[in-house]
Nanobody, 123 residues
């Protein structure tokens, strides 16, 4: 499975962006999806996860109430709607497909990763 993430860019504090991630195969529809991010000089960190069929989601505390993860299995696509963006949200954002169907924040639970898309939030 190959993943292509896009939708990043430059936005001002308080603005919004929607990231998309498209999978090359429909097999991804049976698995959970996740979004992670990596800021310069920092470890890659969990942002959000959504289960098979979208019944469950979980978020990092730093983005709860501001970010929303969703999926459209007919399109083989996952989304990350980001609102009320802050400078500390600046990072490369990666989408990933998990090994199983349930939500997970563990990096080692994900088997496929996209290349990442850069989000820059200016103050």
């Amino acid at each position: 499975v190959q993943l292509q993430a896009f939708g990043g860019g430059l936005v001002q504090t308080g603005g919004s962006l929607r990231l998309s991630c498209v999978a090359s195969k429909r097999t991804a529809s049976n698995n959970a999806w996740g979004w992670f991010r990596q800021a310069p000089g920092k470890e890659r960190e969990f942002v959000a996860s959504i289960s098979w069929r979208g019944g469950s989601t979980n978020y990092a505390d730093s983005v709860k109430g501001r970010f929303t993860i969703s999926r459209d299995d007919a399109k083989g696509t996952a989304y990350l709607q980001m609102n009320s963006l802050k400078p500390e949200d600046t990072a490369v954002y990666y989408c990933a497909v998990a090994r199983s169907s349930g939500i997970t924040s563990r990096r080692d639970s994900y088997q496929y990763w996209g290349r990442g898309t850069l989000v820059t939030v200016s103050s």
